[in-house]
């Protein structure tokens, strides 16, 4: 079963944009809060290959990016195939 992993942290509108967008295509999603974790935000930056800023989105363990990438990766169509075994 494919999973989506989000990291995110308070009060981030970005982070906001990507939680809605992966909502809004049904998908279930766990969101891991970094703001005060700095064990939860080393897990992220090992995990995107050195990337400190939120949010980081994966699916599976495939890193797609931040709130910019998800939502090019929805402009070009790409999205919903990739989150096809999601819903």
Do not use: W
Request: charged share 25%.
């Amino acid at each position: 079963m494919t999973n989506v992993t989000i990291y995110t942290k308070f009060l981030c509108g970005f982070c906001d944009r990507a939680k809605r967008l992966l909502t809004s295509k049904g998908v279930a999603f766990t969101e891991h809060d970094v703001t005060f974790d700095k064990r939860l935000r080393a897990e992220m930056a090992e995990r995107s290959g050195g990337i400190t800023t939120v949010p980081q989105v994966f699916v599976n363990n495939t890193h797609v990016g931040g709130s910019d990438e998800l939502a090019a990766l929805d402009e070009s169509g790409r999205l919903d195939a990739l989150l096809a075994d999601v819903k």
